[in-house]
């Protein structure tokens, strides 16, 4: 029988007409027996949807699946939905997993969590050792995804049961729809059940994983008039007539819910099921519910109405306690309403050993809260609030019962949604802390508390609404602020909005008004900072270059000595590098800003200038101290539960440096991760820029111009130009698909705007943006001698700023342009600065380049030489396309290519290490050739591979040595 009771009382039943749904249940419950088992058989899909109105029996079908897993020895964890609590952050996610986690020792619970524990413990309802912190919503699931990982991996097969999904919290169901296909190689079966029109707007997500999947949703039809008269006369006899049973059938519906509680009524009333007896099946009909359920429950006294209410009120899983408290019942009282209860099957025993209660039904939850008087029905729900706080259940809890709440001025009530709201954040729910702390304002606070909740509403919405957030904070600097931290954190937060809303000069605007009225000389630098970091972010600033003057006089003063000064230091760090003054200024700058330190995750000063001063050693020849202090702060966001924006910006950035030392695979792979992350979290437009603009350039350096283009095409690169600064610059970067696309007209153009732009800024680093290397490119069919002109003003910037990378790209391209028997000289020049630099793939390319020169010029065996080594340079990249290049030189040469000469491996031989030591102690090649038995020549090549290890250059090699390890004896 297909009833729908959470409790029936005549004992377990036989599913009718469920056929086809339970012949699902066996399959699918056998394949997950078989994936554990290891049986050569695949997977019919890890998930199972049922739907149907309420009363359908979806209940019951999820308790036969309980049953059937149960029986098989299956792990079944089970959660669902309250009409009432949809509010309640992860409550479903808490139902699952707290049975679980309850069962284990703190020091268990810890070892499975392992170092996610404070990432998800709010969200799981565990208490946090660190507060303060404050996960985003994408770490929070990534953690959840762990912890159901982790628990499916321990007590493998595990089945999931989620009942009553329409009513389930918006952070369970995201949760649900993004873990559910990523959880199909486990051992795992995702049942769910739901009523299909009552699905919220924020469900699509979960819609669409339940409609979409490899089994649709099987929708439960009513019972036959068969199936409704089996039930009848399994209650009140075999000899209940037909029409009868066809009366039963044609007033319920076959709603195997309303079926079930009238059979039972008809046994209780001694019904034989006679055609006389019509009328009384009208009578006991009607109060299955609705109105006559109501009127049912009216004539049960006042006292069992009132404990009725109040359990409506609270919703599952009911304390009889607070039920009292709340009805204003004594102990004996509320027992008695209780045990009343029971008997009109309107109230059933919870599961497990808690004592609790629950509806029998939620239809008759439903009416039962609807019946009660709406003024009454507020007083109830602020004495719950009241009841909920006093038994120590939090603020969320009692929360949820003041949003039900008039208005009135009530500074506890203030209090408690503002505690409630923290819990939501970090819990790494920002949508319910918005619902609350939009209340809280409402209620209304005292003035002077205004601003700080308006400031605390604006930290729920900037990342889900941020256009909301910068309402929320311009409102607050209209209030009364007489906390200089608090207005400073304010702006800081209105800057950060505005910029990630794509309205970067008002960004730098209202934090150049803030400098300017700054009585405070730390907030005022801070403002500074701020101003500087923003104007450096426009695209559109009006005048750069007073701006880094500006910013160098201010930078000359500092010392380091506070956060606010070191964040002054590493923009300078990074406006020098655009700006192209030499190196030594960039890294002075850089290392000064480092020396206290600069945190990647303190919230209210961004992660934009120590990822920017991380960066700079990448760009000056030291790629491997920026990935130190990569693998630092994105560990640090890691450890904090930042796992969105930031995470997928530190990925794809990570990836630049190493495609910037040549390792193409890895440098593709970690890009294409960190643009998952960032398609996946909503609002990370930015974070998209930057890792579509470098993987592009990776697949051009590994040769995939097609696979390019069609990831230009499929995320719209190219057509818009952002507001902000983003790097590598996106114009440069489309040109450069046009360049390998041959489509040099349409190349030109674009580089020439971006000329302009940067000529403007005076931004004319060549190692940050060689826009003049690719536009020599562009115009060498039709202008050569502008070609070359172009690539001399770049050897020139290049030489300027230092980096040996830099200028040696400078030099490959110059040569190229130039031809002939001069270009040689050039060539060679190239590689030998690309040799001193830690650029494999660039050094692999010059090799190539300077090979098919010599081998024009008639110089056979020195072209060898040179090709050999770049072909094996450029397999040791991964540059496809590249080594092509090289085998058809050679091939056209009369060579065969070489098995490689070398392994990929980033240690260092003996050799490589002495030769390493002693030119950082300062010894000249003659004196390292000298002591290892070796040309000059011979050391030259033995650094060449210890900087493309290590990668760093000459200058960084002292310091790198400390820390990379030591050839094994």
Not at 278 to 305: F, H, N, W, Y
Request: aromatic share 6%; net charge negative; hydrophobic share 45%.
């Amino acid at each position: 029988m297909a009833d729908g009771t959470r409790q029936p009382v005549t004992g377990r039943r036989a599913l009718l007409e469920r056929h086809r749904e339970l012949e699902a249940v066996d399959s699918a419950l056998s394949d997950l027996h078989d994936a554990v088992d290891g049986v050569a058989r695949a997977r019919q899909g890890g998930l199972l949807a049922f739907t149907g109105s309420g009363g359908f029996g979806k209940t019951t079908l999820l308790g036969e699946v309980r049953t059937r897993a149960t029986a098989q020895g299956f792990t079944v964890l089970s959660g669902r939905g309250g009409e009432k609590e949809q509010g309640l952050a992860f409550r479903v996610v808490r139902q699952l997993v707290q049975p679980v986690l309850a069962a284990m020792d703190e020091a268990e619970r810890r070892e499975v969590l392992g170092s996610w524990y404070d990432i998800v413990a709010a969200a799981l309802g565990l208490e946090a050792e660190d507060t303060a912190r404050v996960p985003d919503p994408t770490g929070v699931r990534d953690g959840l995804d762990w912890v159901m990982t982790r628990l499916t991996v321990i007590k493998a097969p595990v089945v999931l049961l989620l009942d009553d999904m329409h009513w389930a919290d918006e952070e369970s169901l995201s949760w649900l729809a993004s873990f559910a296909p990523r959880a199909e190689g486990l051992p795992l079966l995702i049942v769910v059940a739901y009523r299909p029109d009552e699905l919220p707007p924020e469900a699509t997500a979960f819609r669409s994983l339940a409609e979409r999947h490899g089994n649709r949703p099987y929708a439960l039809a009513p019972l036959t008039a068969e199936g409704v008269a089996r039930i009848v006369r399994d209650e009140v006899g075999e000899g209940a007539e037909d029409d009868f049973c066809d009366e039963c059938w044609a007033i319920t519906g076959g709603s195997p819910f309303e079926t079930v509680e009238l059979a039972i009524r008809l046994r209780e009333r001694q019904v034989r099921g006679t055609q006389g007896e019509l009328p009384v099946v009208r009578d006991l009909a009607s109060a299955v519910k609705g109105a006559g359920m109501i009127e049912s429950l009216q004539r049960l006294g006042g006292p069992t109405v009132r404990f009725a209410w109040a359990a409506a009120v609270l919703g599952s899983p009911i304390s009889p306690e607070l039920a009292a408290t709340i009805a204003v019942l004594g102990s004996e009282q509320a027992a008695e309403a209780a045990e009343k209860l029971r008997a009109a099957r309107i109230l059933a025993d919870g599961p497990g050993p808690g004592g609790g209660l629950e509806f029998v039904h939620p239809l008759i939850a439903t009416a039962v809260y609807r019946a009660i008087p709406s003024g009454l029905r507020v007083g109830m729900h602020n004495a719950a609030a009241e009841a909920v706080r006093a038994a120590g259940l939090g603020a969320t809890a009692a929360a949820r019962h003041l949003l039900e709440v008039p208005c009135e001025g009530n500074a506890e009530a203030v209090q408690c949604l503002r505690e409630a709201a923290r819990e939501y954040l970090r819990a790494g729910a920002p949508e319910a802390a918005r619902r609350v702390l939009t209340r809280a304002l409402r209620e209304p606070p005292a003035r002077e508390e205004r601003a700080a909740i308006l400031y605390e509403l604006a930290g729920s919405t900037f990342l889900i609404e941020p256009t909301a957030t910068v309402g929320h904070l311009r409102a607050a600097l209209t209030e009364p602020v007489n906390d200089d931290e608090l207005r400073a954190r304010i702006v800081y937060r209105l800057t950060q909005a505005l910029a990630h809303t794509d309205r970067v000069a008002e960004a730098a605007t209202v934090a150049e008004n803030e400098a300017r009225q700054a009585t405070n000389p730390r907030t005022r630098l801070r403002m500074q900072a701020d101003h500087f970091q923003w104007s450096q972010c426009r695209a559109d600033e009006p005048d750069s270059p007073a701006r880094s003057r500006r910013l160098a006089r201010l930078a000359e003063r500092l010392t380091g000595r506070g956060p606010g000064e070191r964040y002054i230091l590493g923009l300078r760090a990074w406006d020098a590098l655009l700006r192209g003054e030499s190196r030594r200024t960039v890294l002075t700058y850089a290392e000064e800003a480092l020396r206290g330190g600069l945190s990647w995750t303190d919230e209210n000063r961004g992660f934009e200038v120590p990822v920017s001063v991380a960066l700079t050693f990448m760009y000056c020849d030291q790629p491997r101290r920026a990935e130190e202090l990569f693998t630092r702060g994105i560990a640090e966001c890691e450890a904090k539960g930042w796992r969105g924006s930031h995470l997928a910006l530190g990925q794809t950035l990570f990836g630049y440096i190493r495609h910037r030392r040549g390792c193409l695979a890895e440098a593709e792979e970690l890009v294409r991760e960190g643009l998952r992350i960032a398609v996946r979290v909503e609002g990370a437009v930015p974070a998209q820029l930057f890792a579509i603009g470098i993987l592009i350039q990776i697949l051009l350096a590994r040769g995939r111009t097609a696979d390019a283009r069609r990831l230009a095409d499929s995320y719209h690169y190219g057509e818009i130009v952002p507001n902000a600064v983003v790097y590598p610059d996106p114009r440069t970067v489309y040109a450069e698909l046009l360049l390998a696309e041959g489509r040099h007209e349409e190349a030109e153009e674009l580089l020439s705007a971006v000329g302009e732009w940067l000529e403007s800024r005076a931004w004319r680093n060549p190692a940050w943006c060689p826009w003049r290397l690719d536009l020599a490119s562009a115009v060498a069919p039709k202008a050569p001698e502008r070609a070359v002109r172009l690539a001399r003003d770049a050897v020139k910037l290049a030489r300027d700023f230092g980096a040996a990378s830099a200028i040696g790209r400078a030099l490959h391209v110059e040569a190229e342009m130039t031809g002939g028997p001069a270009a040689l000289d050039l060539h060679a020049e190239a590689v030998g600065h690309l040799e001193r630099s830690p650029a494999s793939y660039e050094l692999a390319e010059a090799l190539v380049g300077h090979g098919a020169a010599l081998f024009r010029n008639g110089r056979l065996q020195e072209a060898a030489d040179r090709l050999y080594r770049g072909l094996e340079g450029a397999v040791h990249c991964g540059a496809e396309a590249l080594a092509s290049r090289a085998r058809e030189e050679l091939s056209a040469a009369g060579l065969r290519p070489l098995p490689l000469r070398y392994a990929q491996t980033d240690t260092l031989t003996a050799h490589e290490r002495k030769a390493a030591e002693m030119t950082a102690q300062g010894h000249p090649e003659a004196v390292v050739a000298k002591d290892l038995c070796l040309t000059e020549q011979g050391v030259r090549q033995l650094l060449c591979s210890v900087y493309r290890k290590i990668g760093t250059d000459a200058t960084g090699l002292a310091s790198a040595l400390e820390t990379f390890p030591r050839p094994r004896s």
